[in-house]
């Protein structure tokens, strides 16, 4: 359902016909200059080869022709991979990534570690196009 719907805020990264790796996201509804990175993972064969990195870059590059200019995600502050994956996905695009606040570990109904909220931006505007309101 969700590649379904989300098709354009979505992408699959593929060895020959094997899906190895996918980033799913969407426009917030209220800020459609912005996209939330719901879920990225890369089969873990393929981890520390850049295809994390591919996947971020050709989502922001498809979406800044559409208006889009900062991205948001959710990281668990113990996940390495990928702490590091959204802020190097900032110095390649020569801008910077805030905090946003944080889901703390009490506010999920069960087990789960606190969630920080992460926002990258503002990605370059594409030549002539203006952001999304
Ligand atoms: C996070 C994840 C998607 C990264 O995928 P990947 O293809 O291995 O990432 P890349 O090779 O593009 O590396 C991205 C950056 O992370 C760094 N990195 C990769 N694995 C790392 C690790 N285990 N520890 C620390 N840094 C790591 C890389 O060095 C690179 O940073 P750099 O550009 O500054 O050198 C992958 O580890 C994964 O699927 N994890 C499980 C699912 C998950 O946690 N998803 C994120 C939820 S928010």
């Known amino acids: 359902m969700w590649c379904h719907d989300f098709a354009g805020t979505s992408a699959v990264a593929r060895v020959g ?3 190895v790796g996918f980033v799913i996201g969407y426009l917030r ?28 870059d050709a989502l922001v590059g498809r979406l800044i022709e559409q208006g889009v200019r900062h991205l948001e995600t959710t ?13 190097a996905l900032a110095r390649r695009w020569g801008t910077t990534m805030d905090t946003a606040g944080t889901f703390d570990a009490g506010e999920f109904p069960d087990e789960h570690e606190s969630e920080v909220r992460f926002r990258i931006g503002p990605f370059p505007a594409a030549p002539g196009v203006r952001a999304a309101s």
């Open 17 to 19: 016909n094997d899906v």
């Open 29 to 56: 509804p209220t800020r459609p200059d912005t996209v939330v990175v719901w879920q990225i993972a890369v089969d873990a064969s393929q981890r520390g080869r850049g295809t994390a990195g591919e996947l971020l």
């Open 75 to 87: 990281i668990t502050p113990d996940n390495a991979a990928s702490n590091a994956l959204f802020a």
